[in-house]
Nanobody, 127 residues
Framework: QVRLAESGGGLVQVGGALRLSCLASSLKTPTFDHYALAWFRRAPGKEREFVAAMSRYGDSRRYSEFVEGRFTISRDDAKNIVFLQMNNLKPEDTAVYYC?????????????????WGQGTQVTVSG
């Protein structure tokens, strides 16, 4: 059972930046680099939505149209961590952010494709 734990959320002003981290633990086989990774978010009163995804080994990435050009997903396979760098934050970015992992080969953008979830971290953009 893979465990994911997000951190780095908080309160930030409009135009500010945050970097979210998601640490994977309890890994046996496959190793972390074999997992496709993604970030999703859920704003109050809304469905969970896709934010960013990265394939296993980091070969490819995909972003939601709402964050393209402002957010960057990256991974450090040696440390079992996936990051989400969020720049130029807007009030509509306020949400609980979740990381997810999947054993599928390619990218995944649907929550139904995730095999493991973190507990989420709150991001609030004020101003």
């Amino acid at each position: 059972q893979v465990r994911l734990a997000e951190s780095g959320g908080g309160l930030v002003q409009v135009g500010g930046a945050l970097r979210l981290s998601c640490l994977a633990s309890s890994l046996k086989t496959p190793t972390f680099d074999h997992y496709a990774l993604a970030w999703f978010r859920r704003a109050p009163g809304k469905e969970r939505e896709f934010v960013a995804a990265m394939s296993r080994y980091g070969d490819s990435r995909r972003y939601s149209e709402f964050v393209e050009g402002r957010f960057t997903i990256s991974r450090d396979d040696a440390k079992n961590i996936v990051f989400l760098q969020m720049n130029n934050l807007k009030p509509e970015d306020t949400a609980v952010y979740y990381c997810a992992a999947s054993e599928r080969f390619g990218l995944f953008v649907s929550p139904e494709s995730a095999d493991y979830w973190g507990q989420g971290t709150q991001v609030t953009v004020s101003g």
